[in-house]
């Protein structure tokens, strides 16, 4: 017997009802972001050197020798390679750990977060480009200190156009956080509709809440280390330690105001830029006793309020679990 399918009006009241308005709201107000690298890391196992090196030294055991396969010269690479994982380090310092590899960015935020990884992909890019024209270079000359490694080390070293090619960045193109397309379930039966957006609904609002959870876990660690430092007689903080504390606090009252609405966020970030965030540059704390005093009770504080608050039960709704999505009760409404 075929199953009637649902009116595009029904489906949407079923979106409507099941949906929670936590799970709306961070849809319109998060988007999804990513970068794909690739690298020519320039280390390999010499395998016939390795067992050159196990006989000669009688050791019945398997052996590994990684080298760098351009000698001296490796630290020319590893300029290279430490901008294009500058990349990723950015990804992560500039927006909300969401499921591996993709990170959430605030709506409009997403301008700003596109042309900082943009930027650096053009600094990454511009460093290789500089690298390759001498790649024959680096190679002949760490030839010559390669010894009786030398061939096999050959063996392994790509030409300068298929390492130009083993090295890209993508900045994949932002997603919606996923909103469930209700008219490719047209011909699925009212009865296991509901289930089945109750079901969507549960998976994105537990990711929420663990990018919830990494939001705090990133202040906390911003301002766990300011504690630290500041209950020191002499700190030592480079600037860079405010400007990661203060995107941190960004994000709280991002989360706060794009997700589920929690004040206590809000009021964290508060304290966190009135009165942790005291000083302008972080060796004021070195010669002013008093705001290091203050922003060191204050970061306190808030340490001890981000763990409270990481133990409190969620403010947006979980959907409870369905045993009929497991037990066949859906199945059989869709057969």
């Not at 390492?163 to 900045?171: E, G, K, P």
């Not at 994949?172 to 039966?189: E, F, L, Q, R, S």
């Not at 009135?274 to 972080?282: F, G, H, R, S």
Request: a positive charge; one cysteine or more; hydrophobic letters at 40%.
């Amino acid at each position: 017997m075929k199953k009637k399918p649902i009116h595009i009006d029904a489906m949407t009241q079923i979106e409507q009802d099941s949906v929670s308005d936590a799970t709306k709201m961070a849809a319109a107000n998060f988007m999804i972001l990513s970068v794909s690298l690739g690298k020519f890391e320039g280390v390999k196992n010499l395998k016939k050197a390795a067992a050159a090196a196990a006989k000669a030294a009688n050791a019945n055991c398997p052996a590994r020798l990684e080298v760098p396969l351009l000698g001296e010269y490796h630290t020319e690479l590893k300029s290279v390679l430490s901008e294009y994982n500058k990349m990723r380090t950015l990804l992560d310092k500039i927006t909300i750990r969401y499921e591996s590899p993709e990170k959430l960015g605030f709506v409009a935020e997403i301008p700003r977060i596109l042309k900082q990884l943009n930027d650096q992909k053009t600094i990454a890019e511009n460093c290789l480009a500089t690298f390759l024209p001498e790649y024959d270079r680096y190679v002949k000359a760490s030839q010559e200190s390669q010894g009786l490694w030398a061939k096999e080390v050959k063996s392994h070293l790509p030409s300068a156009e298929e390492i130009a090619s083993q090295f890209y960045i993508r900045i994949n193109d932002p997603k919606p956080v996923p909103a469930m397309d209700m008219a490719t379930y047209g011909c699925i039966p009212t009865s296991a509709m509901g289930k089945i957006v109750i079901a969507s609904n549960k998976k994105l609002a537990i990711k929420l809440e663990q990018a919830k959870s990494n939001t705090m876990d990133k202040a906390l660690k911003a301002v766990e280390k300011i504690v630290t430092q500041l209950s020191k007689d002499a700190p030592r903080m480079h600037d860079s330690v405010i400007e990661h504390t203060k995107i941190a606090s960004k994000e709280l009252r991002n989360m706060a105001d794009g997700y589920d609405g929690d004040i206590r966020l809000s009021k964290i970030a508060d304290v966190i830029d009135k009165e942790v965030i005291n000083v302008q540059q972080a060796n004021q704390w070195g010669v002013n006793e008093t705001k290091k005093a203050q922003a060191c009770a204050a970061a306190q504080k808030t340490v001890n309020n981000l763990k409270a608050l990481k133990k409190a039960a969620p403010i947006a709704d979980i959907p409870a679990d369905d045993d009929t999505l497991l037990t066949g009760g859906m199945l059989a409404d869709i057969l």
